[in-house]
């Protein structure tokens, strides 16, 4: 199994919404990221977490908070989101502690801030 | 990590090879170069990486020159399904930092 799960798919909220993405992979990978892609633009780092802890916050806005509960799980909590977060929202997983591995990618969610 | 350059976009003929250049001047010496490629509305997919020799999977080619500040992937003979903006990312093999350029968006035309 070489997949990284996320839901939903779609989701479109309000800004006084509070949601979750959720990102599920079970390949032993122990690290795990999220990134954000607006349109036409590449993917931008947000999180990483690496042995459920959180190793990189790329200053993402206390909007956006991760969260790690185990080492198969990833969520993305989010709450009190404008307009201009609506992106694809992409989970990530890699092997860690091991050099040069690839990273794999979920499909993405497509979050829509009304 | 190193900051790379890549050509916004290429039309290539499908059943030709496609060779994608890069450019990454400021490479160290224990900076790999990988290359992904997102096919549209889905998440980036892995295709190569290398340190400084030349590698070849399934999927593609990767040349990486002798002083190692450029590269080009060879995508043997390219197909309508490898339509997709192709990153070129330049990173040191420790840490999980994955830093996506501009990339190239690559068109196959029948």
């Known amino acids: 199994d070489t997949e990284v799960t996320q839901t939903p798919k779609h989701l479109v909220m309000g800004m006084t919404n509070k949601k979750s993405l959720k990102c599920e992979q079970h390949?032993?990978?122990?690290?795990m990221y999220w990134y954000k892609q607006k349109a036409k633009k590449p993917p931008e780092l947000m999180f990483v977490?690496?042995?459920?802890?959180?190793?990189i916050n790329e200053s993402v806005p206390s909007r956006f908070s991760p969260e790690c509960p185990n080492s198969s799980l990833l969520n993305l909590h989010l709450h009190a989101l404008q307009p201009e977060d609506s992106a694809l929202y992409l989970c990530?997983?890699?092997?860690?502690?091991?050099?040069?591995?690839?990273?794999?990618f979920g499909q993405g969610t497509r979050l829509t801030v009304v | 990590d190193a900051k790379t350059t890549q050509p916004t976009s290429m039309d290539c003929a499908e059943g030709r090879a496609a060779n994608l250049p890069c450019n990454h001047s400021t490479i160290s010496g224990n900076e790999y170069v990988y290359w992904y490629r997102q096919i549209h509305s889905q998440g980036p997919q892995y295709i190569i990486h290398?340190?400084?020799n030349n590698e070849t999977n399934e999927m593609a080619s990767l040349i990486i020159t002798e002083d190692r500040k450029s590269s080009t992937l060879i995508l043997p003979h390219a197909t309508l399904r490898d339509t997709a903006v192709y990153y070129c990312i330049v990173k040191r093999p420790a840490g999980n930092k994955l830093t996506f350029g501009g990339g190239t968006r690559v068109l196959v035309k029948p």
């Open positions: 390949m032993g990978h122990r690290a």
């Open positions: 290398g340190l400084k």
């Open positions: 977490y690496s042995y459920e802890k959180l190793s």
């Open positions: 990530a997983s890699s092997q860690e502690r091991q050099m040069n591995t690839e990273a794999f």
